[in-house]
């Protein structure tokens, strides 16, 4: 059963930036295209980009590109999200899994964009 572990979250201002992480355990992880996803209050969970697992190429929604960067450090098991000129409508919680999904989900982290 695979665990996966989100933090770096908080309460940020128009423009500000967050770097979150996150920590899978209980699987193979390096095999797997790696994903972050994110849902607002009263939407769907949505993805936000996703790192494949072997070039480490990276693809974004249109709505975060050019702002997001994904990465993945494969000997720790870990993948981050670094979030810069962050705008209210990010406000969201912050999920990752891989691409597609695992059934189980982390709890996830909260972003907040104040303007």
């Known amino acids: 059963q695979v665990q996966l572990v989100e933090s770096g979250g908080g309460l940020v201002q128009l423009g500000g930036s967050l770097r979150l992480s996150c920590a899978a355990s209980?699987?193979?992880?390096?095999?797997?295209?790696m994903g972050w996803y994110r849902q607002a209050p009263g939407k769907q969970r949505a993805l936000v980009g996703y790192?494949?697992?072997?070039?480490?190429?990276?693809i974004y929604a249109d709505s975060v590109k050019g702002r997001f960067t994904i990465s993945r450090d494969d000997a720790k098991n870990t993948v981050y999200l670094q979030m810069n000129s962050l705008k209210p409508e990010d406000t969201a919680v912050y999920y990752c899994?891989?691409?597609?999904?695992?059934?189980?989900w982390g709890q996830g982290t909260q972003v907040t964009v104040s303007s």
């Open positions: 209980g699987s193979v992880f390096s095999i797997y295209a």
């Open positions: 899994n891989k691409v597609p999904p695992w059934s189980s």
């Open positions: 790192i494949t697992f072997s070039s480490g190429y990276t």
